[in-house]
T-cell receptor, first 115, second 113 residues
Framework: AQSVAQPEDQVNVAEGNPLTVKCTYS??????LFWYVQYPNRGLQFLLK??????LVKGSYGFEAEFNKSQTSFHLKKPSALVSDSALYFC?????????????FGTGTRLTVIP | KAGVTQTPRYLIKTRGQQVTLSCSPI?????VSWYQQTPGQGLQFLFE???????NKGNFPGRFSGRQFSNSRSEMNVSTLELGDSALYLC????????????FGPGTRLLVL
């Protein structure tokens, strides 16, 4: 079985400060991990993914994520937050069953960047 | 390249009716997945199609069905609508089913009265 946990429903950060949105996962085998962002009345936008390789993954809009196998975490980070980063962020892990491609999502973290 | 498109964007139905939602994947993408998003249950996988075949199905009742056409466009159908079916239905496409990144459409918001 696989699952994702996002322990914080809400994260507030001041504009210009670094931000972190936390994600931990549970999966047997090697994880395929993803971050998506959702703006109001919009679908999910892909930010970045970890399949294999470097533990620090760089993605869209200046976001990056750090894969930590020992802590089973995949936290999303950005060095300097923008007001426009305010949105709902989802961490996801791909199903590990052979032939399955579906994603299991966390419950989401609402990020508010305060001007 | 155009993104994933979904029609209609908004829909209001009454209990007992049925509804069909449509999804056109990114050009060249052959795998289409459907997800339901609700405040209570979050994002849940419905089913995935590739080469007109359903490859995988989530834990939803048989009232939820789908299909994929030869041009990779997909439809999902919900019969005998219930109030609890009110949700944002998201379609995602990927090049191939084997671990490719899924790109999502804007969704269809269904309200069941």
């Amino acid at each position: 079985a696989q699952s994702v946990a996002q322990p914080e429903d809400q994260v507030n950060v001041a504009e210009g400060n670094p931000l972190t949105v936390k994600c931990t996962y549970s999966v047997s085998g090697n994880p395929y991990l993803f971050w998506y962002v959702q703006y109001p009345n919009r679908g999910l936008q892909f930010l970045l993914k970890y399949i294999t390789g470097d533990n620090l993954v760089k993605g869209s809009y200046g976001f990056e994520a750090e894969f930590n196998k020992s802590q089973t975490s995949f936290h999303l980070k950005k060095p300097s937050a923008l007001v426009s980063d305010s949105a709902l962020y989802f961490c996801a892990v791909r199903a590990t069953q052979t032939g399955a491609n579906n994603l299991f999502f966390g419950t989401g973290t609402r990020l508010t960047v305060i001007p | 390249k155009a993104g994933v498109t979904q029609t209609p964007r908004y829909l209001i139905k009454t209990r007992g009716q049925q509804v069909t939602l449509s999804c056109s994947p990114i050009s060249g993408h052959r795998s289409v997945s459907w997800y339901q998003q609700t405040p209570g249950q979050g994002l849940q996988f419905l089913f995935e199609y590739f080469s007109e075949t359903q490859r995988n199905k989530g834990n939803f009742p048989g009232r939820f069905s789908g299909r994929q056409f030869s041009n990779s466009r997909s439809e999902m159908n919900v019969s005998t609508l219930e109030l609890g079916d009110s949700a944002l239905y998201l379609c995602a496409s990927s090049l191939e089913p084997s671990g490719g990144t899924q790109y999502f459409g804007p969704g269809t918001r269904l309200l069941v009265l």
